[in-house]
């Protein structure tokens, strides 16, 4: 499972969660809160605000439960509108954390004490001729 970090500068931090701390994060919804010690990011506060699962559908706020189901959407998450008033059946997951949802996102609400560009260094990239 990879969580995703988002700061307020608009940087954003990937990290892939261990297999076995995967549980705790079952049966939270998006909006809840997440303590940075499960990611390594001791001191800090996450909140949960979406996600997609392994086909890539998006988490929906307004779709409960864990299941995937099809929505009736006008605009938002998952669906843009190019003409005004289009409505269209999307398929989308519910607002609750499974084992099927491969990416969490999250978003920083109380920063701790050391930077998050410490706690996850961008990993340099190799170059290939």
């Known amino acids: 499972m990879r969580i995703v970090i988002s700061e307020s500068s608009g940087k954003s931090y990937q990290i892939e969660l261990a297999k076995d701390k995967e549980s705790s ?23 949960l605000t979406g996600g997609s699962d ?8 307004e779709v409960h439960g864990a299941a995937k189901k099809l929505v009736l959407t006008s605009d938002g998450v998952g669906f843009k509108a190019k003409d005004k008033g289009a409505r269209r059946r999307r398929y989308m997951r519910g607002n609750t954390y499974s084992s099927e949802i491969v990416q969490v996102n999250t978003k920083v609400k109380t920063p701790g004490a050391v930077p998050l560009e410490q706690l996850f260094p961008k990993a340099e990239k190799k170059e290939t001729k």
């Open 54 to 61: 392994n086909s890539g559908f998006p988490m929906r706020v």
């Open 25 to 47: 994060l079952a049966g939270k919804k998006i909006g809840d809160e997440l303590d940075g010690n499960l990611v390594g990011a001791a001191g800090y506060t996450l909140e």
